[in-house]
């Protein structure tokens, strides 16, 4: 049994090494070091197998936005799982969780956006989008529309369509991927690649990528255009004001889709309930996961707007399902998630108090000698390290210089991510002001210990 573990830790290394295939971890690494083990939470602290309390800057991967340990959630999974553990929504059935939390998402959804199909997270979520753009075309009768752009370095998911929409390198580089049909365009990362522009002109330039690729491929062949509104995995990229304004305009003026991955900057990461708020950006199709049910179960979706469900639905049957879209534990879950969100105005709270309170502090790192950029947008937020702030150069050997900071903030006591040299973090929502002194008092200790 997991939850009293009779094993040590030890046992527990051993057995994990044996047995267990992690994502995204560098096997020698963790063959030398052992894995980690996170025994329990509380609140924004972790708990390892050797009783060490660790502040958690990621909100586990950037999920976890109520905190841990909220005992609300276990009791409705307790009660979901008596009454209906399982049942599924294929096939003319539904089940009250299914509607409740699809009536909710209408309701909190900024717009038109009324119409939701379930995944299990956000990876199938974006798999289903790639279908229902291509559905959605064909059925206005224009099946050659079926060619998506996305960014470089964007992160849309692990699944062979939602990576061949994302734009890592280093997972393309594996399992044959992009899939055809997928084209990226430049991220609108100002402090790394603007040169001399200001970051309204980048802003621009990057944004006109978007009217140019459309151009290339003939309007004729695009369905869509997917990002995040505020790039997460890739370094929290948040993009010059004039960014998203562009790109609203080039998708309004030519005749593609706009489908915002909300996965993580949904349910108040960036301050508002998404990211799609903050930026004042009208997507057709939003995806969701993470943060809807604080990560306590797996849950995801699209979002749809009424006139696009409309065409799908009209369409014909959408041939498309996982076993668990609608999970009604997950569902029940996450509706007692967003509850807690609304009650207690965590999202006002956010934008009120955290947020900025945070943002103070986080550019209190600036002026640390390593850093050379400190942004944030709501609760994410980026360090750029530099061994030359003035010329925002990068390390000689990228990720180095990343990778031992963030053991640093382990060994000190902290979660903070590295995304090459990027030390990035995503703490839960609920995060206090002392707690955000403790988070900005161990990064600076930890960038210190480097020098
Ligand atoms: N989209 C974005 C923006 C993400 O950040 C992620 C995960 O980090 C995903 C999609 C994939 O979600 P999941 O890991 O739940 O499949």
Not at 152 to 174: D, E, I, R, T
Not at 240 to 269: H, K, N, Q
Not at 322 to 346: C, D, F, G, W
Request: net charge negative.
């Amino acid at each position: 049994m997991s939850l009293d573990n009779h094993l040590t830790t030890q046992e527990l290394r051993a057995l994990d090494a044996a047995h267990h295939i992690h994502p995204f971890s560098d096997t020698a690494e963790m063959r030398a070091k052992g894995a980690r083990v996170i025994t329990r939470a509380d609140g924004v602290w972790l708990q390892d197998s050797e009783g060490n309390r660790i502040l958690d800057g990621m909100a586990g991967l950037w999920c976890v936005n109520i905190g841990y340990g909220r005992r609300e959630l276990a009791d409705v999974a307790y009660r979901q799982m008596q009454q209906l553990p399982f049942y599924n929504t294929f096939f003319m059935t539904t089940h009250p969780p299914a509607v409740e939390l699809s009536a909710k998402l209408a309701e909190i959804a900024p717009g038109d956006k009324n119409r939701v199909f379930f995944a299990s997270g956000g990876s199938d979520a974006n798999d289903t989008n790639i279908r229902l753009v291509r559905h959605y075309w064909a059925a206005l009768g224009k099946p050659d529309k079926s060619v998506i752009i996305s960014r470089k370095n964007g992160y849309h998911g692990s699944s062979v369509g939602s990576a061949s929409l994302g734009g890592m390198a280093p997972m393309h580089a594996q399992g044959g991927l992009p899939i055809p049909d997928i084209t990226h365009i430049d991220q609108p990362h100002w402090w790394a690649e603007g040169g001399d522009l200001s970051p309204e002109e980048f802003g621009l330039a990057r944004a006109r990528q978007l009217e140019e690729a459309i151009d290339r491929i003939g309007e004729h062949r695009v369905a869509a255009f997917i990002a995040e509104p505020v790039q997460g995995a890739g370094g929290v990229i948040i993009p010059p004001e004039t960014y998203w304004p562009e790109i609203s305009r080039i998708c309004r003026e030519r005749e593609i889709l706009l489908i915002a991955d909300e996965v993580i900057t949904g349910f108040g990461r960036t301050g508002r309930w998404f990211g799609s708020e903050t930026y004042d950006i009208d997507p057709d199709i939003m995806t969701i996961a993470k943060g809807m049910s604080s990560g306590y179960q797996p849950i995801g979706g699209s979002i749809l707007r009424e006139s696009v469900a409309q065409v799908i639905e009209e369409g014909g049957e959408f041939n498309h399902g996982y076993t668990y879209s609608s999970h009604p534990v997950a569902a029940a879950v996450a509706l007692e998630n967003i509850r807690i969100l609304q009650e207690e105005k965590i999202v006002e709270q956010v934008a009120e108090d955290t947020a900025p309170y945070l943002a103070a502090k986080w550019h209190m790192l600036a002026d640390h000698p390593m850093v050379g950029q400190a942004r944030i947008c709501g609760m994410m937020g980026a360090l750029e390290l530099t061994p030359d702030v003035a010329a925002r150069a990068p390390f000689a050997n990228t990720g180095t210089v990343g990778l031992m900071t963030r053991e640093r903030c382990f060994a000190n006591g902290l979660v903070m991510r590295h995304v090459g040299d990027k030390m990035i973090i995503s703490p839960p929502l609920t995060i206090s002001h002392t707690e955000i002194d403790r988070l900005v008092e161990l990064a600076w200790q930890s960038l210190d210990e480097g020098m």
